[in-house]
Nanobody, 132 residues
Framework: QVQLVESGGGSVQAGGSLRLSCVVF????????MGWFRQAPGKQREGVAA???????NYADSVKGRFTISQDNAKNTLYLQMNRLKPEDTAMYYC??????????????????????????WGQGTQVTVSS
């Protein structure tokens, strides 16, 4: 089993920045593919960013150029640096992982339903609120 614990959410003004963290507890062999997802009230959960074991990344078009996904292997921690935040970024953000390595769908269509459903492990979420 794997436990993911997110932190770093908060309330910021538009244009501000936040860095989310996700600490991985348990078998790191079960986290060969990791990502960040978000869900706003009344909306479907959507993929935001993904990171494969080789360091490759993929981002939703809505956040590309503003968000950066990264990891610190020594600390078993995944990060999401969010810059130039917009009100539409307001959502609950979830860290997710799966044992299977990131594949083409994850690395090209992060927002696809099949991609979302392929992640086995999920954190509890951390709230990000961006005001104008």
């Amino acid at each position: 089993q794997v436990q993911l614990v997110e932190s770093g959410g908060g309330s910021v003004q538009a244009g501000g920045s936040l860095r989310l963290s996700c600490v991985v507890f348990g078998d790191t062999y079960s986290t060969n593919c990791m990502g960040w997802f978000r869900q706003a009230p009344g909306k479907q959960r959507e993929g935001v960013a993904a990171l494969d074991i080789d360091g490759g990344t993929n981002y939703a078009d809505s956040v590309k150029g503003r968000f950066t996904i990264s990891q610190d292997n020594a600390k078993n921690t995944l990060y999401l640096q969010m810059n130039r935040l917009k009100p539409e970024d307001t959502a609950m953000y979830y860290c997710a992982a799966r044992p299977r390595a990131c594949d083409v769908p994850v690395m090209t269509t992060i927002q696809a339903l099949g991609v979302l459903r392929s992640f086995a492990y999920w954190g509890q979420g951390t709230q990000v609120t961006v005001s104008s």
